[in-house]
T-cell receptor, first 117, second 113 residues
Framework: NAGVMQNPRHLVRRRGQEARLRCSPMKGHSHVYWYRQLPEEGLKFMVYLQKENIIDESGMPKERFSAEFPKEGPSILRIQQVVRGDSAAYFC???????????????FGPGTRLTVL | DQQVKQNSPSLSVQEGRISILNCDYTNSMFDYFLWYKKYPAEGPTFLISISSIKDKNEDGRFTVFLNKSAKHLSLHIVPSQPGDSAVYFCAGTKGTSGSRLTFGEGTQLTVNP
């Protein structure tokens, strides 16, 4: 019963390159969330996706960042033309679909640490 | 706009004593709160949660208290153990499926043997 998987765990890019971060949710989970943690800060919401749909991207920068969760395969967070300020830990979380009820527990992956040189 | 705030960046307690971590929120739309624990270089691990219809939830050594009128919640760990040393994050959310979590800045708990 694998948890949320993310790869790579560490990613080094030079300024201007592209970064691709992958996330496989827990089995049976249909909701995927991406969060970013800058040094010395808490986690900040970026985007929420379901299969083939972006539901809420209000936390994601308007430029250079995009996310997808295709019908088959992992969710991808893509950062184009990276800059030093993109250096952070990027966490993916997943949750099951629940019909009503007060429960929004999200399960987190180990994160991808992006370093931009 | 910091909707969830953890005012203590760090807390140090002796093994066996009680640890109390505090959290304040401003968003009245939050009706579900969660505590996560995080070790270095790992993802946050869910610890305990509470719905706004309750004022207390207990799970083993961990108890979360919610004071809605004060928009304040706290996590009690008793007795504290050295393995509890980690960063603890408080998060608020609307309690419906698919809602984002809004995190505080975290509190580094150190439990001394």
């Amino acid at each position: 019963n694998a948890g949320v998987m993310q790869n790579p765990r560490h990613l080094v890019r030079r300024r201007g390159q592209e970064a691709r971060l992958r996330c496989s949710p827990m089995k049976g989970h249909s909701h995927v969330y991406w969060y970013r943690q800058l040094p010395e800060e808490g986690l900040k919401f970026m985007v929420y996706l379901q299969k083939e749909n972006i539901i809420d991207e209000s936390g994601m920068p308007k430029e250079r960042f995009s996310a997808e969760f295709p019908k088959e395969g992992p969710s991808i967070l893509r950062i184009q033309q990276v800059v030093r300020g993109d250096s952070a830990a990027y966490f993916c979380a997943s949750s099951p679909w629940t019909s009503g009820g007060l429960n929004n527990e999200q399960f987190f992956g180990p994160g991808t640490r992006l370093t931009v040189l | 706009d910091q909707q969830v705030k953890q005012n203590s960046p760090s807390l140090s307690v002796q093994e066996g004593r009680i640890s109390i971590l505090n959290c304040d929120y401003t968003n009245s739309m939050f009706d579900y709160f969660l505590w996560y624990k995080k070790y270095p270089a790992e993802g946050p691990t869910f610890l305990i949660s509470i719905s706004s219809i309750k004022d207390k939830n207990e799970d083993g050594r961990f108890t979360v208290f919610l004071n809605k009128s004060a928009k304040h919640l706290s996590l009690h760990i008793v007795p504290s153990q050295p393995g509890d040393s980690a960063v603890y994050f408080c998060a608020g959310t609307k309690g419906t499926s698919g809602s984002r979590l809004t995190f505080g800045e975290g509190t580094q708990l150190t439990v001394n043997p």
